[in-house]
Every structure is written in structure tokens, then in C-alpha cells.
């Protein structure tokens, strides 16, 4: 046996080592357990790794290659029926559980692996088959990955010098949408939601009616400006009269009917009163598929008599614009969408891109450069070597814009146009097979009126209030139900369905198809569910 020299006993120690840390590799990369870096790369930290050290590629990639399996194994999870929607915690519990710190001094790359890890196990998985709860749902696979690739590139898109694929991308996929929505040319912009959108909207209206606002305010208004909008709409409707020196006063809800749907009648009542007191009726908000109960607002109509009083139409399609992709459904839904003078449309709700996608288009060319520009020197030269109308930045009243678009045309491009509208076509089918399935369990469940889209309202009744007539009190009871078997649903973690009174009656469930995960098996498995869950509660 021969004598263990310092230098030899060293020797060996390193292969050993190495030994380790290739099993250690080979364990990870067998894609077995949880993801874990090798003892080598997780005890480094942020200054090992790019791009603080330029030798670092190895331990970087090693790094990310870890985090990218995390995000893997939750995809996995988010799509598989045996595994929660989650684990709810109160957040005086969750704070406990979690470690938030910010530590004074930095923590090695395994910490940061464990805290992603921890993150995703604690989050809701809204992409999961049983989660119903929310307009925007599901976790559509190419969108994802447009999304890691948005990331990776990290770019803002005020400028084409810095942006110039995703602008040019921008314009392409704005353009197709304003066509699908029946203009040619026209204006557009992704913004930070919905609510933004209409912003947008209420902005433009107000500046291609009142010019001068831009410069002189509001000495520049003849009198007070109204606005109109359905008792069901969005409330950023009535946000956008609040922050924009309206008041929500000024702010006319105009009544619905039965089913959730501007009454034109009275819209042209309201408007006639506000012109008679001397107030400058001026835009209208028609809300194609309300947040509650997807309702449509009757657009010919409402289009009449926008151009009777002289009126800015905007349609908010947010929640409803991914049904134009339907030729069964698109009519007669969005007839005369084509007569609007602006649209908000969300592919994050109904088209399922991830979060955020919200877009606003406008009939009218260059009107956000017009409403909204201010010229910054030092972002938007007008000598620079490309035609300056490629920089979008100065469209807008934010200056940095994220990159929405990508994730959006990567999925275009795997669907096709055509697959959108099957996934319309499906989700509308889901939709009715739910309704059919309430009907037929009529004990259990109460439809509360025939939906327009793929919101369903109901009631789930329990044992106790089976059989007993329905009247005022016994909807107070179904109210109470919604509250309670929530609850028990979050505790559970098996579904989640999203519940709220309206101005006609106390709480009812409002559930949200809007998911590719969703199959017919999962709205048996959610009723059933609901049954298990809350079929022995007492109301009082
Ligand atoms: O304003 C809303 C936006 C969204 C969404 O983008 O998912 C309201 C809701 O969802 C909702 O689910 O009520």
C-alpha cells in the first residue's frame, strides 16, 4: 500500500469532490426530486456568477438551468387534477411560514433556488383545470414561454431604436385586431390593463372633441362634461371621471335590464336631461361582456345615439373582445362594434395569454401621438436615422412601456387566427354544458339567468334549503351559503369559484370558463365538489 503524501491526500479529496458533485449533477439533471444545485455553484453567490465574473457561464447556466426545472415542476403541478389549487394560509400565517426578510448581507444562489421554490408552493395555481374563479385563467404553454423570452431580452418599448422586433411586431398584431374589429388604419397601444385602456379612451375622446384641453385645461371646456355608462360597467369607467377632473358625480350610471344590458331608452333619457341642465354629454362607455354577468350592451343602439348627440362611443370589450374571433358567437354579441370610436380588448382574459395583455384601439390615425405627446429631447429626437413613427413611447402617458407583445404573437403564430376561434368556440360549448348540467340538478343548484358568455350565475343550495320555496328571504340565505362554502373551498384548495350581490340580489357564484385546462370532467368534478363541500351548511 503506498504512503498517503500531503499532495496525494489532497489528490484524493478532489476527486472525491468531484465524485460528489457529479452525482450530484447527474441527480439533477435526472429530473428525480426536488431541483438542487450542485454543493460547488450553491454555495456561490451573485458575484459568481454573470455578469459579474466574465469566466462564469458554467455556474450561470447551472444557476438559471435549476430555476427553469422549478418553473418545469410547477407547470407540471398547475395541470395536474390529483394536486391542490392551493394550500391556503391566513397571512398572519403565511407570514410566519415565509421568510421575507431582506438581509443585510447577500445569500447564496441554493437560498435563492429555495425561496423561488417556496414562492410557487405557496402560490395559487390559477392555470389549474379546477380554478374557475377569475376572468383571466389558465397557463397557456407558448405564452409562457414568449413570456421567459420577453424576460430574457428585458427591453422597454418606447423606442424602436431599443425595441425594434416587438415594435414592429406591436404593429402588426394591432393592426390585425383593428381589422377584426372592422376599421382600416386607425391607432392603437398596449397598456397595463384594462383599466388603463379605458383611460386611454376617456383621454383621446375628450381631446379629439376639446383640442385645446391638452394646453389650456380646463378653462378650455364650454361647461361641465358628462359621461355615460351602464349600472353593470367596469368600475375604471368611473374611475377615469374621478381622476380626470370630472367627478364621479358626472359619472351617469345608466339602468340595465334584466340581464345586465344598457337600456338604450334610458341612455337617451339621461343624456337629454344632462343637455337640458347645460352640462356637454360627450362620451359613452358600452361594455361588451360585463365583469359579472357577461352581459352585452345593445351597440346599434347605443351607436345611434351617439352620433344623434355627437357622443364619443367606446365599446370596453375587455372581458368580451376575444369572442370576435367567433363567427358563431361574434354576432349578434358585437354587431356594430365597426361604429365605435375606440375598443378596449384583453387578450389575458378570454384569448389567454398571460397577464398582462390589455389593448385600445382608436378609428383615428395618429390620435395618441396628438392627445398624448410631449416631446421629451432626449428620448424621442425627430432627427434620428428611422422614421420617428416607429417610436411609440411618446403615445402614451406612461413613458417606460413592458413588452406585451411578445408572448401575444408567439401564440397567434401556434394557433392561428383559426385556433383562436375554436378556443372561443370551446369555451362557449363548455359553457353551455354547465348550464345544462345545473338544470338537470335542480335540488342542488339555480341558474340564475342564461349567460351571454361564459360567465354562469348561480346559486348552490344546501340540504336546508332544498324544497323550500324560492322568495326574498330564502336569497338572503342563498347569499349566505356563497360566503361559507367559499370559504370551505379555500380550505379545501380543490376549487375556487369567485361570488358577489349585484344591485338585484344578495351574493351568487359567478363561474369563469376561460381556461384551455378546463374540460367537460372538470364542471362535473366542480359541481360535485361544491356538493361534498357544502351540502350539510347552515344558514340563518
Ligand atoms: O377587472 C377585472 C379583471 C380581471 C382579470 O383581468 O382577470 C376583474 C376580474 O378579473 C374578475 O375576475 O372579476
Redesign the pocket.
Known sequence: MSKLTLDGFFSYCKQIAEHIQLGERMAALSGQGTPRLTSAVGNLYYDSILPYREDANPQTREFLQRVLDVLLDYVQQVNDRNEKILDFKMPEEMLKILDLHLPEDPLPLKQLLEDCKTTLKHQVKTGHPHFF?????GLDIVSLAGEWLTAAANTNMFTYEIAPVFILMENVVLEKMRNMIGWKGGDSILAP???VSNLYAFLAARHHKFPYYKEKGLTSLPGHLVMFTSDQC?Y?VKSCASVCGLGTDYCICVPSDERGRMIPQELERLVRYHKDKGHIPFFVNATAGT??LGAFDPLPEIADICEKYDMWMHVDA?WGGGLLFSKKYRHPRMTAIERADSVTW?P??LMGTL?QCSTVHFKYEGILLSCNAMSAEYLFMTDKIYDPKYDTGDKVIQCGRHNDIFKLWLQWRAKGTSGFENHMDRLMELTEYMVRRIKEQPDKFQLILEPEMVNVSFWYLPQQLRHVPHSADKELLLGKVCAKLKGRMMQAGTIMV?YQPDERRPNFF?N?ISSAAVTERDVDFLLAEMDRLGHDIIVD
Do not use: D
Request: charged share 10%.
Open positions: 374563479n377569475q376572468l383571466s385563467t390593463g384594462g383599466s367596469h375604471s365583469t359579472v375587455a384583453n389575458h382574459k397577464l369567485g359567478r369563469i
